[in-house]
């Protein structure tokens, strides 16, 4: 969707209020650090990213139960200022929602009604997008003292005055001439603001960092991954660097020149009870580890990790490596929840850590040392065939056979649980996964990759899909991803209940103390079901992608359930053959439940794009073979694979510029759309590439014809 949909706001980078109203409270005091302490005893309000310092997502609210829960109705709706990707998890303090939309633009409501308090644009430009592997998406913000914070896609981390929007303090935490973005929700502990970045497919260092919450002074920074020369960085993970981590890497590869990634671009949890950070660490860069480091003389630390931090100092404590020397983008950035489980002495309790990360297994480990108790797969999967005494994946012995013909392994890269916040209920001892099944062909680059390109996964990302295929071909697609809400027990390791759903990218949970857990869907159906059996009890659709993390609060003694919906992020750009049907452009939305809400939402809009050819197709096999390799490289992550998008972006197919060579010259090389994210690629493509590229994506909508699968 176009940035300019925007229109409307008033707020500029310097943040502008918006006089639709007073807050509802102007005696309202700042939040301490004991507020966050005590955050899941006082339910009334959601103050951090996942509800309190575990991130269980449980709320002690009980106003909603299994008994009224299908008296659940729409309280009110608020329109984002743009489209795209949303992924907001809204904070709720003294009657205040604080929730962002896509381009990091940050909305303050009145959480009973609805209403606009202000609203803040960062202005993050439109030619930022093509440092995203998977859309312009913010997860939300953290609040303390009186003072909002937000972490902006293009790397700034900033401090606004919650009653105003006016902005406090702005900090570069990236080197912003690399593709860093950030994407995550901030956490807020001990007075310090702690946030890492984005870009592992692109070609950057991960490292997480603390800042002063008052005046965003560093505190410290902890880096992932060594620099290229493994030298010092005068940062808190010098020591560990030097004394573990330097010598599970080669000294050549492309690490050396793409920043060997392992960026914290999700789940950082504070454990209270150790005073440590945990921090969810991404994927290698390149994904491949042939390429990454072709050495190959070690396990590539802290790739695909969890590590735990001192949350003074930012110095290491103990890691766990879920997927050692990954190369399928398993990243263990997942949700990270902390909950005390009967495995100590005798049955006593035992501080454990969770998480379901990308590679389908499910792990607990002692919190104060990181150790391996168990773990089990809670996915089908084929890369390994189950976890050592250790907790080290057995691998298949197949798995990072990538070089001849394609392999096809699962789960793959966009996992069997990605970012969608799974939650914990300590009633029924028991984990609610979005768990996902979404097979991917592997196969090394079959041509030397462009040095200057933006994604260099060292992938043949269409590997196995020639530029022709049979009718049916998307449906069988379709029908190879699966999506299941599972409740994993963490004692047992296993399912006690699953529900099956209609495809994969399904949303986050929030679990109840009524014994009720919610999920959102994909398609938009946002369902309650028994927490402790499945039982689906309610289920109304909010007419789009429903598939950010919800919260709860309550306000006069009535409780709300609030979820952000919107179409876009990873799945709708680059498996935009999943969706059953056209997703057309829409604006995001906020959607607030309540007992007896009566408010309704309004229709979807309908696509108004003719599902045609607009020219001939033309050029010879090589041309659009060579189209082809070229598209896998370039445009595939945001236009979709076989040429077929959701509609969150637009389907090349049905383009007129396809068929006009100038246009789309004019497009994809001189960058005439780039305030809307389309940049030029004349430094990636050549022209005679461009035109390959045209002449294969004019094939495809003529295929699609053919297929009969135009109107998919």
């Known amino acids: 969707m176009s940035k300019l949909l925007r229109a409307g706001l008033c707020a500029t980078a310097c943040a502008i209020l918006i006089a639709c109203g007073d807050a509802p409270s102007d005696t309202s005091s700042g939040v301490t650090d004991a507020a966050l302490s005590a955050a899941a005893d006082t339910p009334e309000s959601w103050l951090t990213y996942s509800g309190d310092y575990k991130e269980q997502r449980h709320s002690r609210l009980t106003g909603i139960t299994k008994e009224n829960v299908a008296d659940l109705g729409v309280a009110w709706t608020y329109d984002l200022s743009t489209g795209r990707g949303v992924e907001s998890t809204p904070i709720v303090h003294d009657g205040i929602m604080y929730v962002t939309g896509a381009w990091s633009i940050l909305h303050a409501l009145d959480a009973k009604t609805g209403e606009e308090l202000w609203s803040y644009d960062p202005e993050v430009s439109g030619e930022d997008a093509i440092k995203g592997c998977c859309d312009v998406v913010n997860r939300g913000v953290a609040i303390y003292d009186d003072k909002v914070y937000l972490g902006v896609f293009d790397g700034r981390l900033e401090a606004l005055n919650a009653k105003t929007g006016a902005l406090v303090w702005s900090k570069v935490t990236v080197d912003q001439t690399q593709p860093y973005t950030i994407t995550m929700a901030p956490r807020v502990v001990k007075g310090k603001v702690i946030i890492g970045n984005s870009g592992g497919e692109l070609g950057v260092r991960g490292y997480v960092s603390s800042y002063d919450a008052q005046t965003g002074d560093l505190d410290w920074r902890f880096y992932t991954v060594p620099n290229s020369e493994k030298k010092a960085d005068g940062a808190a993970s010098d020591e560990i660097m030097a004394s573990l981590v330097n010598d599970t890497w080669g000294d050549t590869g492309g690490w050396v020149t793409d920043g060997g990634g392992g960026t914290a671009w999700d789940s950082i949890v504070y454990d209270e009870e150790n005073d440590q950070l945990l921090v969810g660490v991404g994927n290698g ?46 990243t263990a950035t997942q949700s990270i929840i902390l909950a005390d489980l009967p495995l100590g002495k005798n049955g006593a309790d035992r501080r454990v850590v969770m998480q379901a990360p990308k590679n389908g297994f499910f792990y607990v480990l002692d919190a104060a040392t990181g150790e391996f108790l168990s773990g089990n797969n809670f996915v089908p999967m084929n890369w390994a065939t189950g976890l050592d005494d250790n907790g080290r994946p057995i691998e298949a012995s197949n798995a990072r056979d990538t070089a001849g013909e394609p392999i096809p392994i699962f789960p793959g890269p966009l996992g069997a649980h990605n970012w969608h916040p799974m939650a914990y209920s300590p009633q029924e001892k028991l984990a609610y996964i979005p768990a996902q099944l979404i097979p991917q062909l592997y196969q090394d680059n079959q041509v030397e990759p462009d040095p200057d390109a933006y994604w260099n996964l060292g992938y043949n990302l269409s590997a196995g899909v020639p530029p022709v295929f049979p009718a049916g071909t998307l449906d069988a697609f379709r029908k190879g991803n699966q999506g299941w809400l599972v409740a994993w027990d963490p004692i047992k390791q296993e399912a006690r209940w699953t529900v099956q759903h209609d495809g994969p990218w399904n949303g986050g949970i929030l679990s109840l103390d009524t014994g009720i857990v919610l999920q959102g869907q994909r398609e938009g159906d946002v369902s309650a079901y028994d927490a402790g059996t499945g039982d689906k009890l309610w289920s109304t659709n909010v007419k789009a992608g429903a598939l950010s993390g919800m919260s709860t609060y309550a306000i006069d003694g009535e409780q709300y359930v609030t979820i952000t919906t919107g179409w876009g992020s990873a799945y709708a750009l680059s498996a935009g053959y999943g969706y059953s049907s056209v997703v057309p452009p829409q604006v995001g939305r906020v959607v607030t439940f309540k007992l007896g809400g009566t408010e309704t939402i309004p229709d979807a809009m309908e696509s108004a794009v003719e599902r045609t050819p607009k020219g001939e197709a033309f050029g010879s096999q090589a041309q659009i073979m060579d189209g082809l390799g070229l598209y896998s490289e370039s445009c595939l992550v945001c236009h979709g694979p076989l040429v077929v998008s959701s509609g969150v972006l637009p389907d090349l197919r049905w383009s007129y510029a396809a068929a006009d060579k100038n246009e789309w010259t004019d497009i994809v090389s001189n960058g005439s759309r780039s305030g809307n994210g389309m940049v030029s690629f004349k430094d990636q493509v050549s022209p005679e590439g461009m035109e390959a590229i045209r002449a294969y994506v004019m094939s495809q909508s003529h295929l699609a014809v053919a297929n009969n699968e135009a109107g998919e």
């Open 285 to 330: 860069s390149p994904w491949n580890a042939k390429i990454r480091d072709p050495e190959g003389k070690g396990d590539n630390l802290f790739l695909s990790s969890i590590l735990a931090l001192d949350a003074d100092t930012g110095t290491y404590k103990w890691h766990f490596q879920t997927t050692p020397r990954d190369q399928w983008d398993f």
